[in-house]
């Protein structure tokens, strides 16, 4: 098989060390004869397992002591509704930013489950000469207000990413799905903290929810026993049967990030990954990114050709490379390439010498 890099916004392409490792366990994990798949939650295998994943999670995002982590089923858009449930009991009120598809899909998800209380959404992107920039507001007003606001750092579809941590005189809580690991980020400052595996983490339908101990004792609403922080808590992520494959498969990622200097060290490779991607569209008037410079995704760059009538070659002859899934999102179209942390220095080398070549024979 020839290198294939794989552009795929999610679910994403995994570390090539952690598939290879899991291939060769998959019929015999840890010596027991059976995959991992195979046995037991409660088996003291896989809580030795469980709890080393916990641990190492703690380490690479320096989790205080005061927050749980919990690996919860219904991957990010099951946490839309979660923290809903989870906060918002007794008429409660909560702000939502939103700056791009997946906080506004948040926000609506949060509208629909409102029921008796209220959600105050806050758009903070405007467009500023054809040039999408983020203008955050100072969030000012009593500490009772909202139960809490939330906001996506990186929206994942439009290449957008919000670097500066906010200050807010409610608790924060924070859609990382495809950012978590990405660069480092002051925990403490969150109320919750929650991701879809399937980009940086592992495979879809797993979530990783990091959460302010205090914020368990907000009043609930009624939901599903799954989705309930506290009960989530009180059983180890375990008060159903877990994705165990996806929690094993996310406990050899963290053990390969670890393995490569953790997340300061990712964050280095990070930037100059997007760096030499986004000097090749800036350089090049064939290309176009509408994002301003300080809001330009690290993970998902989006980008247009100049000619859209060029799109179905570049598609066609970028997988003829083996540069697969670049197409972008159906809703904002052109291109976008996610770079996530799995994605190794080389891909992105491969995809600016393709795109400076199609340029060339094009323009
Ligand atoms: C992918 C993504 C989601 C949705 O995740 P699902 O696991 O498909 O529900 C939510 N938020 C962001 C920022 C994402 O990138």
Redesign the pocket.
């Known amino acids: 098989m020839s290198v294939k890099y794989n552009f795929c ?2 679910p994403a392409m995994l570390p090539p060390p952690v598939m290879a490792k899991a291939q060769q366990e998959l019929l015999d994990w840890n010596g027991l004869g059976v995959s991992v798949m195979e046995i037991s939650h409660r088996s003291s295998e896989f809580i030795a397992l469980a709890k080393q994943a916990e641990a190492d999670l703690r380490e690479l995002m320096s989790i205080p002591d005061n927050y749980h982590v919990l690996f919860m089923h ?7 509704a979660a923290v809903v449930n989870n906060f918002l009991g007794d008429k409660g009120r909560a702000l939502y930013l939103v700056s791009g ?3 506004k ?2 926000m609506e998800e949060a509208r629909k489950l409102a029921g008796d209380c209220q959600i105050d959404a806050l758009n903070i992107v405007e467009n500023i000469n054809g040039i999408n920039t983020v203008v955050m507001p100072a969030l000012k007003g009593s500490g009772d207000e909202y139960r809490y606001l939330h906001y ?1 750092p ?4 439009d290449g957008i990413e919000i670097f500066d941590e906010i200050t807010s005189p409610w608790p924060i809580v924070a ?5 978590i690991m990405s660069r480092e980020l002051d925990v403490s400052r969150y109320g919750l903290i929650y ?5 940086n983490i592992g495979p ?2 797993l ?1 990783i929810v990091i959460v302010r101990k205090d914020m368990l004792e907000l009043p609930q609403m009624p939901q599903a026993s799954i989705m309930d922080y506290r009960l989530c808590a009180e059983h180890d992520s375990m008060f159903n049967t877990p994705p165990t494959f996806a929690w094993y498969l996310a406990a050899e990622v963290f053990t390969w990030l670890k393995g490569i200097g953790g997340v300061k060290a990712m964050e280095a490779i990070n930037k100059e990954k997007a760096a030499r991607l986004y000097a090749c569209i800036d350089k090049l008037d064939f290309y176009r990114n509408g994002v301003a410079v300080a809001n330009r995704s690290r993970m ?1 760059v989006t980008f247009q050709l100049a000619d859209e009538s060029l799109d179905k070659a570049f598609l066609t002859e970028a997988e003829a490379k083996g540069l697969l899934a670049l197409k972008g999102h159906r809703i904002v179209g052109g291109m976008r390439a996610s770079l996530y942390n799995a994605m190794p220095l080389d891909g992105v080398d491969a995809l600016v010498t393709f795109m400076e070549e199609f340029a060339a024979r094009h323009a």
């Open positions: 916004a999610g219904g991957g990010g858009r099951g946490q839309f598809q997946w906080s899909s948040a996506c990186n929206e994942t579809v859609d990382l799905s495809s950012t991701a879809g595996a399937q980009k879809s339908g979530a998902n």
